[in-house]
């Protein structure tokens, strides 16, 4: 039996190393079969604290559509003529 991690995810603590801005914590998630990084930065609001959430693609645009067409790898993106 497989394991489905289809809409999954893990956050682990995260070493700021002296920058406040980076996130308290990074991890990934898996939504429709495309893999996201995922920061979360704890906050404190009227109701208490909270976690402020970022999800970003881990592969860009021109990278997803390479592998899901199956392009040459030295395909630039643009056209020849």
């Given at each position: 039996?497989?394991?489905?991690?289809?809409?999954?995810?893990?956050?682990?603590?995260?070493?700021?190393?002296?920058?406040e801005?980076r996130?308290?914590?990074k991890?990934?998630?898996?939504?429709?079969?495309?893999?996201?990084?995922?920061?979360?930065?704890?906050?404190?609001?009227?109701?208490?604290?909270?976690?402020s959430?970022?999800?970003?693609?881990?592969?860009?645009?021109?990278e997803?559509?390479?592998?899901a067409?199956?392009?040459?790898?030295?395909?630039?993106?643009?056209?020849?003529?």
């Amino acid at each position: 039996m497989s394991y489905d991690n289809e809409k999954s995810g893990v956050l682990f603590k995260n070493d700021k190393e002296g920058n406040e801005k980076r996130p308290d914590y990074k991890g990934s998630i898996q939504i429709e079969g495309v893999e996201y990084w995922l920061s979360a930065w704890v906050k404190e609001g009227k109701n208490g604290k909270f976690m402020s959430l970022k999800a970003g693609p881990k592969k860009t645009a021109l990278e997803a559509y390479k592998q899901a067409d199956n392009l040459p790898s030295n395909f630039e993106g643009s056209i020849p003529f």
